[in-house]
Nanobody, 120 residues
Framework: QVQLVESGGGLVQPGGSLRLSCAAS????????MGWYRQAPGKQRELVAR???????KYADSVKGRFTISRDNALNTVYLQMNSLKPEDTAVYYC??????????????WGQGTQVTVSS
C-alpha cells in the first residue's frame, strides 16, 4: 500500500501563495491517480484537484485558475501550487492516492494532512 506524507502548509496572507508537496512511497507511484482534498472546520472533506499519471487534471470550480496540481513520477511526488489565496481556502489539506481516472476514482490511501491558514 502506498504511504503519503504532505508538507508545505502554513500561514499566509490573503492574495499570497503556497506550494504543498506530497511524497509517496511503498508502491508504484505511476499506478495512482493523485489528488488533493481539503476539510475546513465543520465542513465535509472536498476534492480540490486530481491528476492522472499521464497529466490529465480535474479541479474544483472554487480553485480553477488559482491552483495548479502537478506530479513528478520520477520523484514520486505530487504538488499543489496555490496562488491568490483567500480566507475561505483555510483548511486541512490531504493528499490522496486512488485507482481510476480523474473523474471517478477509488481511494487507496490518505496522507496525514497539512494545515493551510489564510489570514491577515
Amino acid at each position: 500500500q502506498v504511504q503519503l506524507v504532505e508538507s508545505g502548509g502554513g500561514l499566509v496572507q490573503p492574495g499570497g501563495s503556497l506550494r504543498l508537496s506530497c511524497a509517496a512511497s511503498g508502491s508504484i507511484f505511476s499506478m495512482y491517480v493523485m489528488g488533493w482534498y481539503r476539510q475546513a472546520p465543520g465542513k465535509q472533506r472536498e476534492l480540490v484537484a486530481r491528476i492522472s499519471s499521464g497529466g490529465s487534471t480535474k479541479y474544483a470550480d472554487s480553485v480553477k485558475g488559482r491552483f495548479t496540481i502537478s506530479r513528478d513520477n520520477a520523484l514520486n511526488t505530487v504538488y499543489l501550487q496555490m496562488n491568490s489565496l483567500k480566507p475561505e481556502d483555510t483548511a486541512v489539506y490531504y493528499c490522496n492516492a486512488a485507482r481510476g481516472t480523474v473523474t471517478i476514482a477509488t481511494t487507496a490511501s490518505w496522507g496525514q494532512g497539512t494545515q493551510v491558514t489564510v489570514s491577515s
